[in-house]
């Protein structure tokens, strides 16, 4: 978690400035603001109709009984991506649209999915710890019963271990 933090707080807005500074440098100071003023704009306005509809699918799944996972996972991306186009800057544009347009949000939402996996996965062997090989394990011995249990196998019965 400490590494996402990093990124996100230090990495990211260097990264931001830097594509803005290229950007002014070739379109000129103020068509660059105008840009990312219009992106914003943009995202604002898609943010508002996808939520909404994430909004009533969310609803939609809950009123019919169904495991809302899919509209769950949706909702969120919405709110992330609408979080990101609202900040100023290319890069988090980029992603932010990537997470909202309905065309893109179904690789966003895989991908979202395999990430919650394996880090559910991670979480569960730091708890219980590797799981063994299927089949369990196996412990070399050998079936020893009371001669005077009547239901017991001779020596050749199938509980002999060899």
């Not at 769950?72 to 932010?96: K, N």
Request: glycine letters at 12%; aromatic letters at 4%.
């Amino acid at each position: 978690m400490g590494v996402v933090l990093i990124v996100a707080f230090l990495i990211v807005p260097i990264a931001e400035i830097y594509v803005i500074v290229q950007v002014g440098q070739q379109i000129g100071a103020l068509p660059t603001i105008a840009l990312l003023l219009v992106e914003s704009a943009i995202g604002a306005w898609l943010v508002k109709r996808e939520g909404r509809r994430a909004w009533r699918a969310l609803r939609d799944a809950v009123g019919t009984g169904r495991l809302p996972s899919r509209e769950l996972s949706d909702a969120a991306l919405v709110l992330v991506g609408g979080t990101l186009l609202l900040t100023p800057g290319f890069l988090t544009d980029v992603v932010g649209f990537f997470f909202i347009l309905p065309v893109t949000r179904p690789l966003a939402r895989r991908m979202l999915a395999g990430i919650v996996a394996r880090r559910a996965g991670r979480m569960v062997s730091r708890r219980v710890g590797p799981l063994p090989p299927r089949g369990g394990r196996t412990v070399p011995g050998e079936v020893v019963r009371d001669p005077r249990d009547p239901g017991a196998p001779g020596p050749t019965g199938p509980d002999r271990a060899r």
